[in-house]
């Protein structure tokens, strides 16, 4: 049971181009999330969904995609990078949608430059 | 808008001793709060929560408490140890607020010293 697996660990990315964070979850999780995390602040959601199929908007969505097309996986796609998109991007996922249930991968740090 | 915030960014103890990590929240209408763990390197980690119906919850070795009249929120770790030492968030949800909209303060770095 690997909990919340995300991929890469760290990203340099140029400004304009784009990828693909990677976030997968092996418990049979119906909710995941994506937050963001800039140094001196807490996070900040990004998208969620409630299960397979279903997703919506954060608190700052803008320069974001996500899709869900299976209960494991919840990718997060950076359409056109930005410096301001410089973070730490932490996935996480619940059975229930319950705050303290939420189980958080270990971050993906990004740069772009 | 409504924003969390913390009183103290750093806070250094000694092994042993009992901390008190303090939270102030802005929103009144905020029913649930929750105190994650964050160490170095790693996704934050739920320590305890907290209803809005209820001043004090304990959990083991830490301890939450919710006082409304001025909007404060407090963690208090008893005989803090070394492992200890990490970025601790306190986060709120608004009454009826979507169960993912968490609005999170800033962080207190607490450091344990042997």
């Known amino acids: 049971n690997a909990g919340v697996t995300q991929t890469p660990k760290f990203q340099v990315l140029k400004t304009g181009q784009s990828m693909t964070l990677q976030c997968a979850q092996d418990m049979n999780h119906e909710y995941m999330s994506w937050y963001r995390q800039d140094p001196g602040m807490g996070l900040r959601l990004i998208h969620y969904s409630v299960g397979a199929g279903i997703t919506d908007q954060g608190e700052v969505p803008n320069g974001y995609n996500v899709s869900r097309s299976t209960t494991e996986d919840f990718p997060l796609r950076l359409l056109s990078a930005a410096p301001s998109q410089t973070s730490v991007y932490f996935c996480?996922?619940?059975?229930?949608?319950?705050?303290?249930?939420?189980?958080f991968g270990s971050g993906t740090r990004l740069t772009v430059v | 808008g409504e924003s969390v915030g913390l009183h103290l960014p750093t806070l250094s103890v000694q092994e042993g001793d009992n901390s008190i990590i303090n939270c102030a929240y802005s929103?009144?209408?905020?029913?649930?709060f929750i105190w994650y763990k964050q160490e170095s390197g790693k996704g934050p980690q739920f320590i305890i929560d907290i209803r809005s119906n209820m001043d004090k919850r304990q959990g083991q070795r830490v301890t939450v408490l919710l006082n409304k009249t001025v909007k404060h929120l407090s963690l208090q770790i008893a005989a803090t140890q070394p492992g200890d030492s990490a970025v601790y968030f306190c986060a709120e949800n608004p009454l009826g607020g979507s169960n993912y909209k968490l609005t999170f303060g800033k962080g207190t770095l607490l450091t344990v010293n042997p």
């Open positions: 929103n009144s209408a905020s029913d649930y």
């Open positions: 996480a996922s619940s059975y229930n949608g319950e705050f303290g249930g939420y189980t």
